[in-house]
């Protein structure tokens, strides 16, 4: 009998044991370590975990990727320029860069001894090269727009000509190319550090083709690292490139895993299997209470867009009614929580050029709304377009993905203060996020088949231009709300605000091209182009032995971050 | 029997051929643009019309059906939307192995953990050790499987805060059995194992009580057989006739069998392969899958025949 008392003596005291950590590990609030730079882990050690949510890269080929602005991408390629955390862009391979006084000739410069990850000299031509490789139909590229303002852009990605070297891509000498635009663009560094610019090397794709990205470990990028395997099941693992022009990682691996989904992934980052992940909502509470938590405000919102060729909405009045009966603190707070922030900006906060004075619709300041001032909007608008009364009002529907429950819930409440606040009815329609997206798309021009919908969108770039001319542009493919393509009386006001845009998009002067930018916005805000729900942020939990890793505003790192990163002790 | 064989594989032939013409035209007649739901938000319409063209939707619906078939015809699956230019074929290749390693190590669990069950139930049929049995088997039985596997993933994190560091996702290296891979392998097999035994037990439970109440194992027992070799000899050989059937049709679903397992563990097979393909739209993909699974369903039930022969002389072909 001893032995077998001891042993539930044992047992009772392994449960207690377990219990008491695992305790102490849901348990209370935990302090960060305030030490600065504490020492790092040996060599052997520095191995960073990360998950790949999902699955596998979209494509790990730079050209074709939708998510070029981070790693592994700006980490395994290189461009011209780069963005830094703060949204400024800086040269990267370039050395120096000027610009023509007309502004349509960019000239650059390489720094002295550039190579490829297999040693293999990296020139002028190789830049010229890749950027010409993203346009060409037999690249397929879907991302290639970022690229459209070069000269004969159209021409080459038609096939009408061959290639833009030599056109729009002149290559001077090893060491000096020049890029011509179709017109002036003071977005267009900004658009260029974007990965369909990264050089790759021609060697491997002539090589290997369309598989070639499955052949990364014999060469084919330029940054600080290279890849050492690549499995389409299992994930990629870097290692540092000994051949790039900067900084040596502290980091001897990278392992991006493929792994599953978030709530999958949180637990996994809990056990240890990963360095960091996104936090999901449902642990957000729990995990902000727990070192190594980060919440930064992502150049990224959610807004209800509104399609001014469908009546009611090609009354401005009304449109005001809608966004000012929406009190977005309350309905934000409740459902999605206080990690993100109510706005009113299309412009968000992080992107140069954010204007801290704008106010919301009908002069209204804070994310309260107004309600009486609503109502009273409403009241005149049914006047200006001929209802006699609320019965009158053509039927209006809003459309939303039904994949994303927290934006499915924000509708459903919206919908609810604009009936209590102004007595209208919407028609809630849920659809699935890729049938929304077509539906979008399918509105341009169109009085249909969307009337409101509740939308998203994350900078490329950080610049106003892709907030304010990519959506409400003349013409654009993004100009879903048919702004200044209408027939309301606003329409010629709102082709002058097309127009100021334009002429911001290609001014030289920044503090005028912000200035430009600011007024259009807020005249834009005035009429309700699209109402903003809130500015996202990105949530992650990292293991607090993770040093100097902190994702920015565009959802990634600069690739300089990288010099830096390394897990202590 | 050969030409019994033959006979199934060109009806084979004919199945595959139908399930390929409703995926087709299933996938046509969809209210969605793959190419746009590709391109999301980096839409334009020149790259449209362009990809439109590259993927030949620009084509009239019976053009674009036969230049599948040809490709079929030569084992080319077509190109994927996401990720893009990576050939379906590649996709699957990769798949295949980890999920078959999946269904046959959860399949080896589910029926050395149902049929001794089942078994023992039978015997004790109608004793608190069948009602336990049986109540732990219908429990198991009625449990969501995605409930099942992520309560697993709670016992994992209960075990690592407790100082048994396991992994709470992942597969490690297909085939390989080192004790790293055995880690990542072990929680995803078991809930495949807990998931599928109560059937087999349940079934094995029912086969078995009626084979114990026919005449020729009283007559056994009258014979003065040992009852070890009554049960097993006699009444278990004829009562995992009906397993067989079942375990042929499962032996179709082993490469798409554990959708929500794949998922929540964060298994690259082919299953999570198809879950992500028919979110995404992906056509190409989503087709190469449901032939698959119609291939692996009739060889199954192939199989279950041909095992049903050689069990029961006395079915024939015919």
Known sequence: ?569 | MMQFLIKRLIGLLFIVLGVTFITFMLGYFAPSDPIKEMMGEHFDYQTWQQLRHVYGFDLPWYQQYFNFLTRLARFDLGTSFHPQQRAVWDIIKDGVPISVELAFWGTIVTLLLGVPVGIWSALKANTWVDTLNMSAALTLYALPVFILAVFVQILILWLNNAGISWPVIGWGTPWQYSWSDIQYKLAPILTYGAAGYAYYARLTRTTLLEVLRQDYIRTARAKGLRERVVIYRHALRNAIIPLITVIGLLLGLLVTGSFFIETIFGIPGVARITVNSVFERNYPVIQATTILIAIGVVLGNLIADVLYLLVDPRIKTE
Not at chain 1, 476 to 491: E, I, K, R
């Open chain 1, 1 to 569: 009998m001893q032995p077998k008392k001891k042993l539930r003596l044992a047992s009772l005291l392994s449960i207690l044991c377990a219990l008491s950590l695992f305790i102490a590990a849901c348990g209370g609030a935990s302090t960060p370590s305030t030490q600065k730079n504490p020492a790092a882990a040996p060599a052997d050690k520095q191995i960073l975990h990360i998950p790949l949510e999902g699955g596998d890269f979209d494509s790990l080929d730079p050209a074709l990727t939708s998510g070029g602005l981070g790693d592994p991408y700006n980490i395994i390629f290189n461009g011209l320029v780069t963005t830094q955390d703060d949204g400024s862009i800086i040269d990267q391979l370039a050395a120096s860069h000027s610009v023509s006084s007309d502004g349509l000739t960019y000239t650059f410069t390489l720094r002295p001894n550039l190579k490829f990850s297999d040693g293999t000299p990296l020139t002028a031509s190789d830049v010229a090269y890749s950027i010409n490789r993203t346009l060409l139909p037999a690249t397929q590229s879907d991302v290639r727009v970022y690229l459209s303002l070069l000269k004969d852009f159209d021409k080459v990605t038609s096939g009408t000509i061959p290639t833009l070297i030599g056109d729009s891509l002149i290559v001077k000498d090893d060491k000096t190319i020049s890029i011509v635009l179709s017109k002036p663009a003071a977005y267009f560094l900004g658009a260029l550090s974007y990965s369909t610019s990264f050089v790759v090397e021609k060697k491997l794709i002539d090589k290997y083709g369309n598989t070639w990205t499955d052949h990364l470990e014999e060469g084919g990028g330029c940054g600080p690292f290279k890849v050492k395997s690549y499995s389409h099941t299992t994930g990629l693992v870097l290692v540092p490139n000994p051949y790039y022009f900067g900084f040596q990682p502290k980091l001897t691996e990278i392992q991006y895993i493929i792994a599953a989904d978030r709530d999958s992934n949180y637990k996994a980052f809990q056990v240890g299997q990963f360095d960091l992940a996104p936090v999901p909502p449902s642990q957000d509470e729990v995990a902000a209470t727990k070192p190594g938590y980060q919440v930064v405000p992502a150049l990224a919102s959610r807004f209800i867009g509104l399609n001014y060729l469908s009546k009611p909405l090609d009354n401005i009045k009304i449109r005001q009614a809608f966004a000012l009966a929406i009190n977005k603190d309350l309905i934000i707070n409740h459902i999605i929580g206080k990690f993100v922030t109510p706005s009113n900006h299309i412009v968000p906060k992080g992107i140069p050029g954010y204007n801290p004075n704008l106010t919301g619709p009908a002069g209204v300041r804070g994310t309260t709304g107004d309600q009486a001032k609503a109502k009273q909007l409403l009241q005149q608008g049914l006047q200006e377009a001929g209802y006699s009364s609320l019965s009158q009002l053509p039927s209006i529907s809003i459309t939303y993905s039904i994949d994303y429950k927290a934006g499915a819930d924000t509708i459903s409440a919206i919908a609810n203060e604009w009936k209590q606040v102004l007595g209208i009815s919407v028609k809630l329609i849920g659809v699935h996020g890729t049938d929304l997206i077509k539906q979008e798309a399918d509105t341009v021009g169109h009085s249909g088949p969307l009337q409101m919908w509740y939308g998203n969108w994350g900078a490329d770039y950080p610049d106003p231009q892709d907030w304010l001319t990519l959506f409400f542009g003349k013409g654009t493919d993004h100009n879903t709300f048919n702004y200044g393509q209408n027939n309301s009386s606003d329409a010629a006001q709102q082709q002058a605000v097309q127009a100021e845009m334009a002429q911001a998009d290609g001014e030289s002067d920044n503090a005028t091209r912000i200035k430009l930018y600011n007024d259009a916005e807020q005249k834009i805000v005035n009429d309700v182009g699209w109402i903003t729900t809130y500015q996202s942020s990105y949530v992650y939990s990292v293991n607090p032995k993770l040093q100097n890793w902190r994702i920015n505003s565009l959802g990634a790192l600069a690739t300089e971050d990288w010099a830096n990163i390394y897990l202590a002790q």
